[in-house]
């Protein structure tokens, strides 16, 4: 019988994790005070940012990628695209509506990034059809009222996305491999995810 070889891992490590935030500029003197917060208590988690538009003008990161613009190394998509992907998550506050926010989540998302959306209590403005699904778990949406919520928010949803490291190997049969194929294409969906939904729903039903 022919057997196919499956590799599944989990590759975030709870060492050197990078993040990539995005949030409006349109008010940033007000909103500072707080991305400032967010960077500071990621910082304190551990990680290390990769963003530099809401950087204080002079900050050495800040300026390195404003030089890269400026010598047309590459385009602002090129480079904003290029940090998301080296990151292990994105944290975006939303509050204030922006286009560029949403397509960057949008483009952590299809990149099976862990996203974490940010928005205020108070905040008036409807949240994007895309907020309103969990998107197999790779979206968290919360909602704050001060700066403490804030810091909360981020340990337990830093907490959530750094298991620990697994790798490994296993065979499956020519049948498996068929339903799974044909499954994730009908569904529009990889073959991990499929495996992975497979695998939560038996544990659902299951414990032990």
């Given at each position: 019988?022919?057997?196919?070889?499956?590799?599944?891992?989990?590759?975030?490590?709870?060492?050197?994790?990078?993040?990539?935030?995005?949030?409006?500029?349109?008010?940033?003197?007000?909103?500072?005070?707080?991305?400032?917060?967010?960077?500071?208590?990621?910082?304190?988690?551990?990680?290390?940012?990769?963003?530099?538009?809401?950087?204080?003008?002079?900050?050495?990161?800040?300026?390195?990628?404003?030089?890269?613009?400026?010598?047309?190394?590459?385009?602002?998509?090129?480079?904003?695209?290029?940090?998301?992907?080296?990151?292990?998550?994105?944290?975006?506050?939303?509050s204030r509506?922006?286009?560029?926010?949403?397509?960057?989540?949008?483009?952590?998302?299809?990149?099976?990034?862990?996203?974490?959306?940010?928005?205020?209590?108070?905040?008036?403005?409807?949240?994007?059809?895309?907020?309103?699904?969990?998107?197999?778990?790779?979206?968290?949406?919360?909602?704050?009222?001060?700066?403490?919520?804030?810091?909360?928010?981020?340990?337990?949803?830093?907490?959530s996305v750094?298991?620990?490291?697994?790798?490994?190997?296993?065979?499956?049969?020519?049948?498996?491999?068929?339903?799974?194929?044909?499954r994730a294409?009908?569904?529009?969906?990889?073959?991990?995810?499929?495996?992975?939904?497979?695998?939560?729903?038996?544990?659902?039903?299951?414990?032990?």
């Amino acid at each position: 019988m022919l057997y196919y070889p499956l590799s599944c891992k989990m590759s975030i490590d709870s060492k050197n994790m990078k993040y990539y935030f995005t949030g409006s500029t349109k008010n940033l003197n007000e909103d500072s005070p707080l991305y400032k917060i967010i960077f500071e208590q990621l910082d304190l988690l551990g990680y290390m940012a990769l963003n530099y538009v809401h950087l204080i003008k002079n900050d050495p990161t800040r300026v390195k990628y404003e030089n890269i613009l400026v010598n047309n190394e590459l385009s602002v998509y090129q480079l904003q695209t290029s940090l998301i992907d080296q990151s292990d998550v994105l944290i975006a506050e939303v509050s204030r509506e922006s286009i560029t926010v949403g397509y960057q989540i949008d483009y952590a998302l299809r990149k099976k990034i862990p996203v974490l959306v940010l928005v205020n209590k108070n905040c008036t403005n409807t949240l994007p059809v895309m907020l309103t699904s969990n998107h197999y778990g790779l979206l968290t949406v919360e909602k704050y009222s001060s700066s403490e919520d804030v810091r909360q928010i981020l340990k337990n949803f830093t907490n959530s996305v750094v298991p620990d490291k697994i790798k490994f190997n296993f065979f499956i049969n020519i049948q498996i491999h068929n339903y799974i194929s044909k499954r994730a294409n009908k569904e529009n969906k990889t073959k991990s995810e499929i495996i992975r939904e497979i695998i939560t729903k038996e544990i659902k039903q299951n414990p032990v």
